[in-house]
């Protein structure tokens, strides 16, 4: 189960940094009908896996909480229990609502609208980040 969920967040987080540093930077070099369908495409790919890791962290972290009984699980647990709980909103706030905009606005040739709203998924997709962190840091300082 732990091997599993390590795995899981690795592939969820390692995207998100890919995506915010060096996706994004990389193309921003070329002009918005080039650059918002490449994010959009890398996005739907990424999106995909972000479900399937989704499904197996909280599989997995619940199997490991009950495992263990819900008050004799560390306090950490219980943190990034809470914290992957808000990103999972997250993302799913992420997915239907800007990212759905973007798809419409690239469809459309909407270039400044596409930019807004992959300018607005990099921002909630940097709190995402900083909210996996934390919850790593749970596990590993409040033991």
Do not use: C
Not at 6 to 30: D, K, T
Not at 38 to 65: K, N, P, S
């Amino acid at each position: 189960m732990k091997f599993l969920h390590v795995i899981a967040a690795i592939a969820w987080l390692g995207g998100i940094s890919f995506m915010l540093f060096a996706l994004r930077p990389a193309s921003a070099q070329l002009a918005p009908p080039q650059r918002l369908p490449l994010i959009l495409q890398a996005m739907e790919r990424f999106f995909q896996l972000v479900w399937v890791t989704v499904i197996v962290l909280l599989l997995t972290g619940l199997a490991m909480l009950m495992g263990v009984g819900m008050k004799n699980a560390p306090a950490g647990w219980h943190a990034m229990l809470g914290i992957g709980l808000v990103m999972f909103a997250l993302f799913g706030h992420l997915y239907f609502g800007p990212f759905r905009r973007l798809k419409n606005a690239v469809k459309a040739s909407d270039w400044p609208e596409g930019g807004r709203r992959a300018g607005q998924i990099a921002t909630l997709a940097s709190i995402n980040l900083g909210l996996g962190v934390l919850a790593i840091a749970a596990v590993f300082f409040m033991a």
